[in-house]
């Protein structure tokens, strides 16, 4: 069942987001060849307990971790380490912050020194991809607005979308309804409502959609060890319009 918030939940909401927002614009001036996830790590769980809040993840289903950080062709759930980044990666750091009780989830794409063009463009449609979505999240619309969105972007440019890694509904939950896959027809699906608030999270990969997952039962990959990218915010459904509640501006 999706659960509405209010709009003064919704404002609530906005503190887990800040939070979140904060930390990966520290982290944009963070990254560089030689510096590791792990130092992310630490100091995102650091930067949340400074400014009221904490981490999530670590503790979450045995998760270890206050981040997610995927390198190259890890899609998503890979463990911070020790292996510096070297100039030419591409690494999604994802952040699921608290804040009385309410959670903030974004995740970003960060370039490593001096990237390939390639890389460069999955970046940027991903991206593009993301806000075409959250611009039809709007009341009235239904999610399969949002997927075609996505979807159409994203194949329009060779690139596919992940199916088995899921949008979701975020409250005092990390995963609440609506769960759903990046791809799908318009006019289809739930109808979006004022109060509804969940992630748009787009992952392209340069090759197939399919992934695989390591023995450490976390970290998936592209299936052909090819690139992918994310980018993903937390959003409202307001009669305004969708309100990004880990807007970094």
């Known amino acids: 069942m999706i659960t509405l918030k209010s709009?003064?939940?919704i404002e609530e909401m906005k503190q887990a987001g800040r939070m979140v927002a904060d930390c990966h614009k520290e982290i944009a001036a963070m990254i560089r060849p030689g510096i590791t996830t792990l130092e992310i790590n630490?100091?995102?769980?650091?930067?949340?307990?400074?400014m009221g809040g904490s981490q999530f993840t670590k503790g979450y289903n045995g998760y270890e971790y206050a981040i997610c950080a995927s390198v190259n062709d890890v899609i998503a759930h890979g463990f911070p380490d020790k292996k510096p980044l070297r100039s030419g990666d591409i690494v999604k750091i994802d952040i699921v912050a608290i804040a009385d009780g309410w959670i903030g989830d974004s995740c970003w794409c960060y370039a490593v020194g001096d990237i390939s063009p390639e890389a460069q463009r999955l970046m940027q449609i991903t991206k593009e991809c993301m806000d075409l979505g959250i611009s039809q999240a709007v009341a009235g619309n239904r999610l399969g607005d949002v997927q075609h969105a996505i979807q159409q972007h994203a194949e329009a440019h060779g690139y596919s979308v992940v199916r088995d890694l899921l949008g979701h509904g975020v409250g005092r939950e990390l995963h609440e309804e609506p769960n759903y896959p990046h791809v799908g027809l318009p006019g289809k699906g739930v109808r979006l409502k004022e109060g509804m608030v969940f992630t748009i999270e787009p992952m392209l990969n340069e090759g197939t959609y399919e992934m695989k997952i390591d023995a450490d039962g976390w970290t998936a990959r592209t299936a052909d060890g090819r690139l992918s990218a994310q980018y993903e915010h937390t959003i409202a459904i307001t009669k305004d319009g969708p309100l990004v509640l880990t807007s970094q501006d």
Do not use: I, N
């Open 7 to 9: 709009p003064r939940q």
């Open 42 to 50: 630490d100091y995102v769980e650091r930067r949340l307990a400074e």
